[in-house]
């Protein structure tokens, strides 16, 4: 009798087990064709892991198949489903004519998981979003950009640069620390208060740091998290991610504390200076968002979205100038027939330098630096006859853009005449939007596009790179983590003074 009801038991729990599998199964494929019938078109989706295993099998083959689907096509990553615009119309209907609609920030896990939502790059659309993001423009603002001195910094640090990559002259390096810690410097001068040597070890592992979580975050590593995030309680790759935002969250603590120590609330340093103050002003408001956590994430904001994208769209330059050396020269004649070699440059200068703005945007147009921006919907909307709910993941799809056949003169290759009119002057086109559009659009335009002015041309004003003889050309795709970087590479540089 009881060998029996074991026997009963184990086959019914069997098939109730089966059973139930299978109606989930048929479930998520009824849901799957659902949706596919009411969404764009895009590739086939398995039921619940969507388009991931040809992402992570064969992301080239799927990024390539894309194209066909069309203006607007869709995408799932996991079970979830995301539109992508790819042309500039629909784009601006959605991001600009729409903004407030499409300005929510999709939730990516395992940046949410360090995050906690605080900050500005993964705040939800809201209040706190709001404010966090208002208040980090207006001290951007105060401390530095638009008066001079910011300008002045930049310059500054452009020539410690020079000082430092010189130590290399002649010989092959890989310039990724120098430039980031020159880069980086320009952020802890508005944060902080102050920069870093480049000799100095605790501040480059730092770098390293926030570089490695770039990459990972954005990686293979990121995006299974996003499938299943209660992996956060079992070991793995996803917690070297953690450990490295709480090492910048603590270095941030103790600089925070340095603060407190020395505020003069009537002589305010810089960023964490005026958050302390802002936030003993509005201690009495309910309603503030000025605490802690935000204080933290939004200077480590500041750091995570101000570093890796400046610095590496300047090494993606510097591949640029080495593989187009006609380029490079020209750059070089126009900069020192207006500042001579040793005047510093300043942003008033841009207008007299119309081949070397030319050229750095040009750069940034091939380097493409950010080619997934994850957004969704705050509220049910319509876009070209299709019904988007609250909550839908839209992206805009930069690249397209950037690329886009029908625009550029030269859609595919390096040509600084992509952005010159008959005269030789700099054309400005709306298809140029390395740093996205609408509400959302990159806090820090205005100081990145200062940074690599002032950088790069003073680099190419002082010194002349070129490939060390016989050197690999590095694979052009790039490392694509949350920005698309360049593989490590060497270069050589010269000093202009004795090389002309
Ligand atoms: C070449 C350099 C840079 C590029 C290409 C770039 C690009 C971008 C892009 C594409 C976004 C996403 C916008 C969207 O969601 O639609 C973004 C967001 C952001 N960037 Fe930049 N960025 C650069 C430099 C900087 C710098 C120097 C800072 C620091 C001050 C900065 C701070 C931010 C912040 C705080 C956000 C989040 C905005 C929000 O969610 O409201 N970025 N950036
Ligand atoms: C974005 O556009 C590019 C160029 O047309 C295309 O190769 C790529 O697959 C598109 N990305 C997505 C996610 O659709």
């Known amino acids: 009798m009881e060998s029996l009801l074991r026997y009963l038991d184990w086959t019914s729990v069997g098939l109730a087990l089966l059973g139930g599998l299978l109606c989930l199964v048929l479930l998520e494929i009824f849901r799957l064709n659902s949706s596919r019938s009411r969404n764009p078109p895009g590739p086939k989706p398995l039921p619940f892991v969507g388009n991931m295993p040809q992402m992570i099998n064969d992301p080239k083959g799927l990024i390539r198949s894309m194209p ?232 480590s904001d500041l750091f995570l979205a101000g570093t890796d994208t400046t610095a590496a769209t300047l090494r993606w330059g510097l591949i640029y100038m080495m593989d187009h050396p006609d380029v490079q020269e020209r750059c070089h004649k126009e900069i020192v027939q207006v500042l001579g070699f040793d005047r510093s440059p300043s942003m008033e200068d841009r207008a007299k330098l119309p081949y070397t703005h030319a050229t750095i945007h040009e750069i940034q147009r091939c380097a493409d630096l950010v080619p997934v921006v994850m957004h969704q919907t705050t509220q049910a909307t319509q876009l070209r006859g299709y019904h988007l709910p609250k909550g839908t993941k839209v992206m805009p799809n930069i690249t397209a853009i950037l690329a886009d056949k029908n625009h550029w003169k030269h859609p595919d290759t390096f040509n600084p005449e992509n952005f010159l009119d008959e005269k030789g002057q700099l054309s400005k086109s709306d298809h140029f939007l390395p740093f996205s559009l609408g509400p959302r659009v990159c806090a820090g335009e205005t100081l990145a596009k200062a940074e690599l002015f002032i950088f790069f041309t003073s680099l190419i004003q002082r010194l002349k790179f070129s490939w060390p003889p016989g050197a690999p050309r590095p694979n052009m795709n790039g490392i694509v983590g949350l920005v698309r970087s360049p593989f490590p590479y060497n270069t050589v540089c010269h000093s202009r003074d004795t090389t002309h």
């Open 68 to 299: 066909k689907y069309g203006e607007i096509s869709s995408v799932y990553l996991g079970r979830d489903i995301v539109l992508v615009l790819n042309n500039l119309p629909t784009i601006k209907e959605a991001f600009i004519q729409n903004g407030n609609v499409y300005a929510g920030r999709s939730s990516f896990a395992i940046l949410e998981w360090v995050t906690n939502g605080y900050g500005i790059l993964m705040a939800e659309y809201g209040n706190s979003w709001r404010q966090q993001r208002r208040f980090a423009l207006h001290t951007l603002r105060n401390f530095g950009l638009g008066k001079k001195t910011l300008e002045e910094r930049v310059a500054e640090e452009a020539r410690f640069l020079i000082k430092e990559l010189l130590k290399h002259e002649g010989k092959p390096f890989y310039p990724i620390h120098p430039i980031m810690n020159a880069v980086s410097n320009i952020i802890c001068s508005i944060v902080f208060g102050d920069r870093y040597e480049y000799d100095d070890k605790r501040f480059a592992q730092l770098l390293k740091l926030i570089n490695e979580n770039i990459q990972l975050a954005g990686s293979t590593v990121g995006r299974i998290f996003n499938m299943v995030p209660f992996i956060k309680h079992f070991p793995g790759p996803h917690q070297k991610v953690w450990q490295n935002a709480n090492s910048l969250k603590n270095f941030i603590h103790e600089a925070v504390e340095e603060h407190r120590k020395t505020l003069d609330p009537n002589n305010l340093r810089d960023f964490i200076d005026a958050y302390i103050v802002e936030m003993s002003k509005q201690q009495s408001n309910e309603d503030s968002t000025f605490h802690e956590d935000n204080m933290i994430m939004s200077t």
